[in-house]
């Protein structure tokens, strides 16, 4: 069972204008997050990362949200540029699992000019 | 920075084969772990290798196994091929065991 879900497959934005990529979780051991993000024919790169006991990370154009309640967890790219088109991943792990990633199905973003 | 290296890049067998996946750590990470990702799918682990031993293992039969070596490159191994196993196989390595992993660009393996 898919215990990362991330319900949208795609997402266009204008440049300049902010990008919102949502994850939800159904697993409440999972106590770290984060985002990776995958340009065709690459393997995916570490974008930002959150532990469970933050709400909030942030760093340069990118901020991760969490809301543990609602086993929720947002990215947010402002301003959005061309650059920034790739496919993103959210993953989950937790320490029983022995750093194993579970990752989500991953969200297409354009970014247009 | 070396990176994190896979050979080859992509690969056709015939169902019942057997296949060898190769992968070489960046320099000075110890801890290796391997993603299957098919089409439109998120990556899955397959196991992790921390020092040479294998420190844990995902819903995979154990026709998947794997071998990390003294300078800390692995190998995935799949036997008895099934359709169901065409996918990109992903490495990462890492230093110790943590999530922020460095991923080579994969081995997408073709099962006809």
């Known amino acids: 069972d898919q215990q990362v879900k991330q319900n949208s497959p795609s997402l266009s934005v204008q440049e300049g204008r902010i990008s919102i990529l949502n994850c939800d979780y159904t697993n409440s051991m999972f106590d770290y997050f984060l985002w990776y993000k995958k340009y065709p024919a690459e393997g995916p790169t570490f974008l930002i990362s959150i532990s469970s006991i933050k709400d909030k990370n942030e760093d340069g154009r990118f901020t991760v949200f969490l809301n543990k309640s609602a086993k929720h967890l947002s990215l947010h790219i402002v301003p959005s540029q061309p650059g920034d088109s790739a496919v993103y991943f959210c993953?989950?792990?937790?320490?029983?699992?022995?750093?194993?990633?579970?990752f989500g199905k991953g969200t297409s973003l354009l970014v247009t000019p | 920075e070396t990176g994190v290296t896979q050979s080859p890049t992509h690969l056709i067998k015939t169902r019942g084969q057997q296949v060898t996946l190769r992968c070489s750590s960046q320099s000075g990470h110890n801890t290796v772990s391997w993603y299957q990702q098919a089409l439109g799918q998120g990556p899955q682990f397959i196991f992790q290798?921390?020092?040479?031993?294998?420190?844990g293992r995902g819903n995979f039969p154990p026709r998947f196994s794997g071998l990390q070596f003294p300078n800390y490159s692995s190998e995935l191994n799949v036997n008895a091929l099934e359709l169901d196993d065409s996918a990109l196989y992903l490495c990462?390595?890492?230093?110790?065991?943590?999530?922020?992993?460095?991923f080579g660009s994969g081995t997408q393996l073709s099962v006809l």
């Open positions: 990462a390595s890492s230093f110790g065991r943590e999530e922020k992993l460095l």
């Open positions: 290798y921390y020092r040479e031993e294998e420190n």
């Open positions: 993953a989950a792990s937790d320490v029983d699992s022995g750093y194993a990633l579970n």
